[in-house]
């Protein structure tokens, strides 16, 4: 079941001015964390793994696996990509649209692609059909709402939400091309 939570890594914190690429890369951060998870990756191994990993970044790595454990993985996966979408909303009120071609523009664009699919999962999970919803997607992304809907009724909602946090960094991946 999913549940409210709150994540503290990104909720919109008044006094810490992100931008959308500090929302977009500590959201990539954990979710990458769930996934190995959610892979089965035991924390120590996880933990031992990572090069250069400072403090602060094993404590958000001892956070996720906690928060878990004390929920659940679609929980902790809904729970971080709203705080995504709040953290990249509150960027939105405190500087706008970043201009077009820039490298913040790019995470940006993330952003909305997130929100845009964090939504259909919520609605799959709202279990609303999807003709319902069809007509309030972008034409052009209404093929990804069928797919997830074929993806979570055949593996469920966590292999979607996997999806959508592979496709997050696929995204970010195109942003550092430019």
């Known amino acids: 079941m999913l549940s409210l939570l709150s994540y503290s890594s990104l909720a919109a914190n008044k006094e810490i001015k992100h931008s959308y690429q500090s929302c977009t890369m500590i959201t990539t951060e954990l979710l990458t964390t769930a996934q190995f998870y959610n892979r089965g990756v035991p924390l120590k191994e996880l933990i031992d793994s990572l090069p250069n990993l400072s403090p602060e970044g094993e404590k958000k790595v001892k956070s996720t696996y906690e928060l878990i454990q004390q929920s659940d ?15 990249a ?37 709202l279990k609303q059909s999807l003709e319902d919803i069809i007509p309030q997607i972008p034409a052009s992304r209404r093929n990804i709402a069928s797919h997830y809907f074929d993806l979570a009724e055949t593996e469920g909602l966590e292999a979607v939400f996997d999806l959508m946090a592979s496709s997050l960094k696929h995204c970010v991946t195109q942003v550092g091309a430019q």
């Open 73 to 87: 993985l679609l929980s902790t996966y809904s729970a971080i990509n709203s705080d995504y979408a709040k953290c």
């Open 89 to 125: 909303k509150q960027v939105f009120t405190d500087q706008g649209k970043p201009s077009y071609g820039s490298q913040d523009y790019g995470y940006y664009y993330c952003a909305g692609e997130n929100k845009l699919r964090y939504e259909i999962i919520l609605s799959i999970f």
